[in-house]
């Protein structure tokens, strides 16, 4: 490589890194503002917003978890969320396994079925959803909110688990029928091990997904012990008079969940979906 190849290698290479910089700091300077303002009172707020607080008023915290009921929302949003986890990645995992390695005649209808629901926005069906469910007696509960976030769920979870199951060589699936392994036991045993990263990526999707969903829990949740934590996030703001301070300390809590998920398991998500790129 010649020297003026390497200078322009060297300046695309920093042009970059510029650009990632730049996108970083779009990300993480609204959140440090965001914790920032929490501790401030709310003439602090609209006289300097940019500023750092005068004093740290950790009262914004205390009348925030005590009034907005964050406890109990949190408890909610996360029941709701871990239960439609475990049931995504089940039936998810399972279709995927089905439709990427079992030979049938239907598969490829199957596999265009579930992509359907990728193209259908949640407002489309929440009419249709409400009226049902009260009939069934499903709304204001916790059953009728996982049962549509499962529904919403299972489309990318198929879709990417599909992709790490085609990718498994047929020769080890095979060497395992010879060996007298049943479906179930490929399945569990070989296929599901083998496509973990996929079950971190699609668990952590669905996760985070659930967890800040809005629309589908402030339509069909009115009891104040039921409501999940972005609809007790609202009660901050009213329609004659906004608390910023204490609504930005709920913000806080809030997010502190999907920012530890991510840091824990960032490394997991990167592979994931490069892996799945590559393999898909």
Not at 54 to 73: M, P, R
Not at 174 to 191: L, M, R, T
């Amino acid at each position: 490589m010649n020297s003026k190849s390497k200078k322009r290698t060297s300046t695309v290479m920093k042009l970059i890194y510029v650009f990632l910089i730049l996108l970083a700091a779009v990300y993480i300077v609204p959140l440090i503002w965001v914790f920032l303002v929490s501790f401030k009172t709310n003439a602090e707020i609209f006289t300097s917003p940019f500023a750092l607080p005068e004093s740290l008023a950790w009262d914004n915290y205390q009348v925030a978890w005590t009034a907005g009921k964050l406890g109990i929302a949190t408890l909610n949003s996360f029941i709701v969320c871990v239960v439609t986890l475990a049931l995504s990645m089940l039936i998810g995992s399972m279709s995927a396994f089905a439709i990427g390695r079992m030979k049938w005649k239907f598969s490829g209808l199957a596999m265009v079925y579930f992509m359907m629901g990728m193209m259908i926005p949640v407002h489309c069906v929440l009419i249709p959803l409400f009226t049902r469910f009260s009939k069934l007696g499903l709304s204001n509960s916790l059953t009728g909110l996982v049962l549509p976030y499962l529904t919403f769920s299972l489309p990318v979870t198929i879709f990417i688990m599909t992709g790490f199951f085609k990718s498994i060589p047929n020769e080890l699936l095979e060497s395992a029928c010879i060996d007298g392994c049943s479906i179930y036991q490929i399945f569990g045993k070989i296929a599901l091990p083998l496509s973990k990263t996929g079950l971190f990526v699609t668990g952590l999707m669905t996760f985070v997904a659930n967890w800040n969903e809005l629309l589908l829990a402030m339509v069909f949740i009115s009891d104040d012990t039921k409501k999940t934590l972005p609809v007790s996030l609202s009660k901050f703001v009213g329609p004659y008079n906004t608390n910023y301070s204490q609504m930005f300390a709920a913000i806080v809590l809030a997010i502190i969940p999907t920012i530890v998920v991510y840091c824990c398991f960032s490394n997991q998500i990167v592979d994931g979906l490069t892996t799945g790129a590559v393999k898909g």
